[in-house]
Structure formats: C-alpha cells, structure tokens
C-alpha cells in the first residue's frame, strides 16, 4: 500500500522543491521549451475518509483569464478538471493513494496536469508565470 511518504519521495527525488508542509508540497517541473510549471500536492481524504493525493497546477490569475475559454479547453482534457482558488486559476486532478501503483497512476497524471496547466498558460497569458 502506498503511502503519502512515498508520494513525498517520489517528488522529492525528480523534481525541485519549493515549499514542504505535513500535508502538501509545492515544486517545480520542466516542460517543453525551456518553460516550467509549478504544481502543488496535497494529501487529502475522500468522502469516506480514504486516502488521496491531490494534484494542481496553476494556469494564470483568474481576473486575468477568459475563465469561460479556460473551462472549455480543460473540458477537452481525460486528466483534470479547473478549478479557481485564492484567485488563481488551477488545473486540478485527485488519485487515491490506497492502492496506487507511483509511476502509473501518480507519476501520469502528474505529468498530464502539468502539460495541460502549462498549455493553458501558455495559450490563455502567453507567460511562463507559474
């Protein structure tokens, strides 16, 4: 069974560290043309009190943004879905972490939020801000 230490590992060990809390890490990840997407962890329960990880990624500041376009492209996307929080615009997707294979199920989706949160910047702020 994995646990939230290893999801912690996991980031830990590929990825640059920006902020660490008991319940949530934020770090940065490289993407495609010298960009880099921040993404945030957070361990949470579900409904019924198991565990899960939640991952987001910022896109641009909501007040900024066609929050409407925003919806529609993310729409468009089988990872994620948007979400706006502290004013920020965010791609966010949860994986529970009972029976969670790291690479696969943690690792993908990972890396599906950060290229689809950058793509999205990109394309709605045409900056490389988060």
């Not at 069974?1 to 920006?18: G, P, S």
Request: a negative charge.
């Amino acid at each position: 069974m994995t646990v939230w230490a290893d999801v912690i590992n996991y980031v830990r060990v590929r990825y640059e560290v920006l902020e660490d809390a008991n319940d949530w890490l934020r770090f940065r990840v490289g993407t495609d043309g010298g960009r880099t997407q921040q993404v945030a962890v957070h361990y949470l329960p579900d409904a019924d009190g198991a565990p899960c990880a939640e991952i987001s990624s910022p896109v641009g500041w909501a007040d900024k943004l066609d929050l409407r376009r925003l919806l529609e492209l993310a729409g468009a996307s089988p990872v994620g879905g948007a979400a706006v929080v502290d004013g920020v615009a965010l791609i966010k997707h949860t994986v529970p972490l009972a029976s969670l294979h790291l690479e696969e199920e943690f690792g993908r989706p990972l890396r599906s939020v950060v290229a689809r949160a950058d793509a999205l910047e990109h394309e709605l702020t045409r900056s490389d801000e988060f």
